[in-house]
């Protein structure tokens, strides 16, 4: 079964410094996986993806992931934190083996913290 | 750019009543997704269309029944509404062909008194 793991609720990080959200998961075949950022009483807004290529890949607001096939992973990374950075982010995975449809299982969320 | 809309944002409900979400989606995209996320959960898939037809199924209650319209646009049905079923619905919205991207609506926050 798809999985998604985010081992951190909550990950804390001064401003300017880099920061890392961690996300593993379990699919059945290549995943396709995403990063997305939920501010309070807000929608869902689209970060990045890995579809294929790259292991790394850059996104929106300074956003980077990326891609460990080894490790399952596809961690969210930026080189230095802002304020406004502070929000809830969600990995997701979806396995095209699987899901035809396009379908997106989450993971739990982790609270970026960024404090001046 | 135009983006996913979802009425009503906010609505109350009491326990039995029913309810109706709506969703559009952006412009030319084919395929919508209903989400539901409730408190301090992530957001768990309900169901999917592509062209007006179900296209997937996820943990959607038998209280609850969809619909995409010929103008693509998606309606979330719910009767005989429960405590439990308060939540922030989310629409999201792809191109089938591009479906790895999904675009998602600020969302509707239903509470159910």
């Known amino acids: 079964a798809q999985s998604v793991a985010q081992p951190e609720d909550q990950v804390n990080v001064a401003e300017g410094n880099p920061l890392t959200v961690k996300c593993t998961y379990s699919?059945?075949?290549?995943?396709?996986l995403f990063w997305y950022v939920q501010y309070p009483n807000r929608g869902l807004q689209f970060l990045l993806k890995?579809?294929?290529?790259?292991?790394l890949v850059k996104g929106s607001y300074g956003f980077e992931a990326e891609f460990n096939k080894s490790q399952t992973s596809f961690h969210l990374k930026k080189p230095s934190a802002l304020v406004s950075d502070s929000a809830l982010y969600f990995c997701?995975?979806?396995?095209?083996?699987?899901?035809?449809?396009?379908?997106?299982?989450f993971g739990q969320g982790t609270t970026l913290q960024v404090k001046p | 750019a135009a983006g996913v809309i979802q009425s009503p944002r906010h609505l109350i409900k009491e326990k039995r009543e029913t309810a109706t979400l709506k969703c559009y989606p952006i412009?030319?995209?084919?395929?919508v997704y209903w989400y539901q996320q409730g408190p301090g959960q992530d957001p768990q898939f309900l169901i999917s269309?592509?062209?007006?037809?179900?296209?997937d199924k996820g943990s959607i209650p038998d209280r609850f029944s969809a619909q995409q319209f010929s103008d693509y646009h998606s309606e979330l049905n719910m009767s005989s509404l429960e405590l439990g079923d308060s939540a922030l619905y989310f629409c999201?919205?792809?191109?089938?062909?591009?479906?790895?991207?999904?675009?998602f609506g600020p969302g509707t926050r239903l509470l159910v008194l």
């Open positions: 997701a995975v979806r396995d095209p083996l699987t899901s035809n449809t396009g379908k997106l299982i």
């Open positions: 699919v059945s075949g290549n995943p396709y």
């Open positions: 999201a919205s792809s191109l089938v062909s591009q479906h790895e991207t999904q675009y």
């Open positions: 890995y579809i294929t290529g790259d292991n």
């Open positions: 269309f592509y062209e007006k037809m179900q296209s």
């Open positions: 412009p030319r995209h084919d395929t």
